[in-house]
């Protein structure tokens, strides 16, 4: 473990190659969207102990990097698991923390993690508890580096007293940027590198979606506010309005949107999640894309008139 840990502009989340964002994704056709991403450039991979029942990401991710490790930094998560019937469960013990990475290193087929956040604090442990494993990890060279992910300012602080805190994970697009208030500035401030999710809203911000676009029921996305009545439509209205100034640069909205993520200050790394090779070829062409000031500006203005977006799953 020589090559030293460095987290890069754009990078690969590999949440939609476990089929669980919708199913229908092949072991086959994930192992080709990481591949088409190392090809394309991008060097660090984003996945968790529960992408997929069964790890099917990591596993997927193995298969791709065979022979590429050296190129190409990881970062997993552990702190949630599957019950049967898919039943997402929370745990932050250190022991089951510890006994999830063993597996994660396993299923990669990798001898350490370049990162490694917990997924999320458990109400149930202090974090300081939850940190202290990873902590272990971290001074017996198991992983490189640690991060959180979904916490708060109080718990980066609390995470922080126990483990050396690398890098926050937090979702942030062009309609939901809620951690720009207190979380941003505070990592900023502390220089813990704070990572994007979901940049294009869970496929929104591409421009694919149709007015009359129905979710079957495999497809979580029908559980999120966003994609639903008329939220989801002022958000079409949002997306055509972004589309007509990608157009004008002759760009694709993806490449835009990532572009303009990656832009905003106090961003670290932005995670794009794809299903197949074209994807991750019209999205990695964020990495050439740079807005000039005029067209920063027209997208700032439409978010200010979209307004303030529902952003949580329903209950
Ligand atoms: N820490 C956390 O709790 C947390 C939570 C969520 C996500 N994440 C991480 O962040 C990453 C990004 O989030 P995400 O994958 O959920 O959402 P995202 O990046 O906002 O959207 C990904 C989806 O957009 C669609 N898409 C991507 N590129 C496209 C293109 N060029 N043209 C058309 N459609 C395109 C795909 O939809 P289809 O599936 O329909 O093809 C893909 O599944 C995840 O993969 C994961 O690594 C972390």
Same mark, same amino acid.
Not at 194 to 213: C, E, I
């Given at each position: 473990?020589?090559?030293?840990?460095?987290?890069?502009?754009? *990078?690969?989340?590999?949440?939609?190659?476990?089929?669980?964002?919708?199913?229908?994704? =092949?072991?086959? $056709?994930?192992?080709? =969207?990481?591949?088409?991403?190392?090809?394309?450039?991008?060097?660090?991979?984003?996945? $968790?102990?529960?992408?997929?029942?069964?790890?099917?990401?990591?596993? *997927?991710?193995?298969?791709?990097?065979?022979?590429?490790?050296?190129?190409?930094?990881?970062?997993?998560?552990?702190?949630?698991?599957?019950?049967?019937?898919?039943?997402?469960?929370?745990?932050?013990?250190?022991? !089951?923390?510890?006994?999830?990475?063993?597996? /994660?290193?396993?299923? #990669?087929?990798?001898?350490?993690?370049?990162?490694?956040?917990?997924? =999320?604090?458990?109400?149930?442990?202090?974090?300081?508890?939850? *940190?202290?494993?990873?902590?272990?990890?971290?001074?017996?060279?198991?992983?490189?580096? $640690?991060?959180?992910? &979904?916490? &708060?300012?109080?718990?980066?602080?609390?995470? *922080?007293?126990?483990?050396?805190?690398?890098?926050?994970?937090?979702?942030?697009?062009?309609? +939901?940027?809620?951690?720009? /208030?207190?979380? #941003?500035?505070?990592?900023? /401030?502390?220089?813990?590198?704070?990572?994007?999710?979901?940049?294009?809203?869970?496929?929104?911000?591409?421009?694919?979606?149709? !007015?009359?676009?129905?979710?079957?029921? @495999?497809?979580?996305?029908?559980?999120?506010?966003?994609?639903?009545?008329?939220?989801?439509?002022?958000?079409?209205?949002?997306?055509?309005?972004?589309?007509?100034?990608?157009?004008?640069?002759?760009?694709?909205?993806?490449?835009?949107?990532?572009?303009? =993520?990656?832009? +905003?200050?106090?961003?670290? @790394?932005?995670?794009?999640?794809?299903?197949?090779?074209?994807?991750?070829?019209? &999205?990695? @062409?964020?990495?050439?894309? /740079?807005?000039?000031?005029?067209?920063?500006?027209?997208? &700032?203005?439409?978010?200010? +008139? !979209?307004?303030?977006?529902?952003?949580?799953?329903?209950?």
């Amino acid at each position: 473990m020589d090559k030293q840990f460095a987290l890069p502009a754009l *990078a690969l989340g590999c949440w939609p190659l476990a089929g669980m964002t919708r199913t229908g994704v =092949t072991r086959q $056709a994930a192992k080709e =969207t990481v591949a088409a991403a190392i090809d394309h450039g991008i060097t660090h991979l984003d996945t $968790a102990y529960c992408y997929g029942e069964d790890g099917e990401s990591e596993r *997927a991710i193995a298969q791709a990097i065979k022979g590429r490790r050296d190129a190409i930094s990881i970062a997993s998560k552990c702190g949630i698991h599957w019950q049967a019937g898919k039943k997402q469960v929370v745990n932050g013990h250190p022991d !089951r923390l510890i006994q999830e990475v063993k597996e /994660s290193l396993f299923r #990669l087929q990798v001898d350490h993690l370049d990162l490694l956040y917990l997924h =999320t604090p458990d109400p149930k442990i202090p974090i300081q508890e939850s *940190a202290g494993a990873l902590r272990r990890l971290l001074d017996e060279g198991t992983i490189q580096a $640690a991060g959180l992910s &979904n916490g &708060n300012t109080d718990d980066c602080k609390l995470f *922080a007293e126990t483990c050396p805190l690398t890098a926050c994970q937090r979702h942030f697009n062009m309609l +939901q940027q809620e951690i720009c /208030s207190e979380l #941003l500035p505070y990592c900023r /401030s502390k220089e813990i590198a704070m990572v994007a999710y979901w940049p294009l809203m869970k496929g929104l911000l591409t421009g694919r979606m149709k !007015r009359d676009q129905v979710f079957p029921k @495999t497809d979580s996305r029908h559980k999120y506010p966003m994609f639903n009545g008329d939220e989801f439509q002022k958000n079409l209205t949002f997306v055509e309005t972004i589309q007509t100034i990608a157009t004008q640069l002759d760009i694709s909205l993806s490449s835009l949107v990532l572009a303009w =993520t990656m832009g +905003q200050e106090g961003i670290s @790394t932005v995670l794009f999640g794809a299903t197949n090779a074209e994807q991750v070829a019209a &999205n990695a @062409t964020a990495l050439y894309c /740079s807005l000039d000031h005029n067209t920063v500006s027209a997208i &700032n203005e439409a978010v200010r +008139q !979209r307004g303030t977006v529902l952003g949580g799953r329903k209950a």
